[in-house]
C-alpha cells in the first residue's frame, strides 16, 4: 500500500525539481529581456523598482528550490542514516530539520537578494509581528514543545499499544509528530491526539518490549472444587498462543458472587497489540476444557421459599398457622373448628423486638394476646425494680386480665427475643363466651391463679377461691352474660 504512494511522490518531487530548476533557468537566461520589458511597461519611476520585482521573482523561484532541496536532503540523509545505522529518526526530528533547514536557506537567501533589508531588525522591531505571530502559533507552539518533551522523555515508541484520552481509545501507535499522536485502534481507525492535549491527560503505555499482563474473567457452580478449576484452567491458559511461557499464569477466586465462584486469570501476552484475539481464546480453551473436566460455567439462580398453607387457612382466606396456634392454646381446647376460624381471623399479627414492652402496667387494655413465636416475660414493680412473675413461651396467652374486667393492665409484658404475637379483641372475644358459656370459668381460675402469683398471699388456697368467685361474676358483667 505504502509503495505506489512512495512512487507517486517520487514522481511528484522529480517533475516538480524539473519545473523549478526550468523555470529558473529560463529566468536566469533571459534577465535582461524581462528587465527591459518591465523597465518599458512600468514606465520611468516604477514603484516598486524593478530591481525589487525581479529579486522577489528569484526569491520566489529559489525559495520552491530550497524548499525541494531541504526535502530531498532530508529524505537522504535519514533514510540513508536509518539504512546504515539501523535508526529510525522520529518524525519530528526530521520536520524540525526541515524547518531550521529552510528557515536558514531562505534567511540566507534573501540576505542576498535585498541586501539593504536588515532582516534581524525586522523580526526585533516588529512588536506586532511578535503578537500576531504569537497567538496564531499558541497551539501549534504548545503542540510542537509538547511533541519536543515526549520525543525527549519517550515515555511511548512506535509499536507500543496506549490508552489515551477521555474516551480511553486503545490501539497501537503509528506516528508520533510535531503535532499529533497517531494511534490506529483495534478496529483500524486511526485516532489523533494533539501533543499539548496528550501532555496534560494520563496515558497507559503497554510497551512492546515489556511482558504485559491481561485479565480475563469467568466463573463456576459453587459445586465446583475451586482446587480442580484453578488447575484445570492454569493448565489450559498456558497451553494457549501468545501467552508468555516466561510467566505461569495465575487463576483466583476474585469473588463469591450471586450466581458462582467468579474466577480470574491473569495471563502475560508475549505481543500486546493481539490481547482481543488471546482474551477470546482463553474463554474457548477454558469451555472445552470445563466440558473435559465436568466443571460448569455459573448462570443467574435464585434461591425459592415456599409457604404451604393448610386447607382450612386457604379456605378461611387466613394463615393456617395462627389456626393451629389457636387451636393448641388450652383456654381454646373447647371450641368448635369453626370457632377457632373465626377467632384465627379476628387475630392480629404484631413483632417485637428483645426487649420491647408488649403491656405496660397500669395502661388500659381491651385485647389478649397469644404468644405465638419467641418469648415473653410478666414483670411487676418491686420497690423500683423489675421482677419477673413468670415466663409465657409459645401457646400461652396473656394480657386477658384487662380485657374480661376492664381493669388496667396488671403488669408489665416484655418480650425476651424477638417474638411475634397475635392479638384478640373484646369483640371477637365476646362472640366466644356467647356460644360457650364454660370458657368463662375456666378463665376465672387461671386469672385467680395468676392475681395470686403477682401478690404473695399466705392462703393461696382460699385467696384462689375467693378472687375466683369474684372474677367469674365480674367477667360476666363486664360481658354482659
Ligand atoms: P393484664 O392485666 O391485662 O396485663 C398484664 C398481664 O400479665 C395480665 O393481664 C396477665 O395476662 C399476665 N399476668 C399477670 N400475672 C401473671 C402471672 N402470675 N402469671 C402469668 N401471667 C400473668
Known sequence: MSRPRFTSRTT????ASAAVLLA??????????VRALLERRMGDNPSPSVDTMISTIKLILLGIGGYLLVRALNFFFFALAF?????????????IFTIIAFTIFFLVTFTILFPDVNVGALFTTSAIFGVILGLALQDTLGNFFAGISLQADRPFQVGDVITMGA???TGVVEEISWRAIKIRTFTNHVVLMANSTAAKEPIEVFPRDNLNARVVFFNTLYTDSPAKTIHVVREAVRETDNVSQKVTPVVRIRNL???????????????????????ALIRQRIWYAFRRAGLNFAYPTRTLYVERHSAAAVRDGKDGAIVERLAAVDLFAPLSVEETGMLAQAAVRHVFA???MVIRAGDPGSSMFVVHNGRVQVQVNDNGR??????????DFFGEMALFTGEPRTA???????????????????GVFANNPDLVESLSFIMAERRQGLTSQADPGAATANSKAGLLSSIKRFFGI
Not at 412 to 430: D, P, Q, R, S, Y
Open 12 to 15: 511528484f518531487f522529480v517533475a
Open 24 to 33: 529558473a533557468y529560463l529566468f536566469w537566461s533571459f534577465e535582461p529581456d
Open 83 to 95: 539504512r546504515l545505522k539501523r535508526f529510525d529518526a522520529p518524525t519530528l526530528v526530521r520536520n
Open 167 to 169: 474516551q480511553r481509545h
Open 257 to 279: 458472587g450471586d450466581n458462582g465462584v467468579d474466577y480470574e486469570v491473569k495471563y502475560w501476552a508475549e505481543d500486546y497489540a493481539k490481547f482481543n484475539d488471546t482474551d
Open 354 to 356: 428483645p426487649g420491647e
Open 386 to 395: 423489675p421482677r419477673t412473675v413468670a415466663t409465657l413461651n409459645e401457646g
Open 412 to 430: 408489665n409484658v416484655v418480650a425476651v427475643e424477638e417474638t411475634e404475637v397475635l392479638e384478640i379483641g373484646h369483640a371477637a372475644m365476646k
